[in-house]
């Protein structure tokens, strides 16, 4: 799926704070700051590693509506409008998908894009490593989420969620 149309089904407000959360390299993170100069975009990332190369992005691509944080400072974001997990719900945490679940808004969104363990493919961690459709959207409702949208492409499943408050 097209970046923009993901950022479509986002659909965060003008003037929005989301994060990409598990940025990596920033290949969204970057793609969503360009095509939306009005939000401001964290980039969230467990390794430091990442965090360094986002760091030297945001520099070299003079991204002034970029902000990198590390998981410490992503436990400190509240009321967010949106946020974008995207090859990462497979590998979270109760407590991560907790810490989503504090930063949100009332009225934001989270999407989550992940390998679907239900189609056979040539890429992507093992089908045992990874949720099918209806598993993840079972380990989210677990986590106080409400199923507001639902997609499956080649390869992957989109679920956007909100909470239950």
Do not use: C
């Amino acid at each position: 799926m097209p970046a923009n149309d993901l950022f479509a089904l986002l659909d965060p407000p003008e003037r929005g704070r989301v994060v990409d959360f598990g940025a990596g390299t920033g290949y969204l993170t970057f793609k969503l700051a360009r095509a939306r100069h009005d939000l401001h975009v964290y980039a969230m990332d467990e390794q430091a590693t990442m965090l360094d190369r986002l760091r030297e992005r945001v520099t070299t691509e003079r991204a002034t509506n970029v902000e990198v944080i590390d998981p410490a400072a992503f436990a400190e974001l509240e009321n967010l409008d949106a946020i974008l997990a995207v090859n990462v719900l497979h590998e979270m945490s109760d407590r991560a998908l907790e810490s989503i679940g504090a930063a949100l808004d009332d009225r934001g969104t989270a999407l989550f894009v992940d390998w679907n363990a239900a189609i056979e493919r040539p890429v992507g961690p093992p089908a045992a490593h990874v949720y099918t459709l209806d598993q993840a959207k079972q380990r989210l409702a677990s986590a106080g989420f409400i199923v507001g949208l639902e997609r499956v492409l080649s390869y992957h499943y989109i679920v956007r969620v909100r909470l239950y408050r």
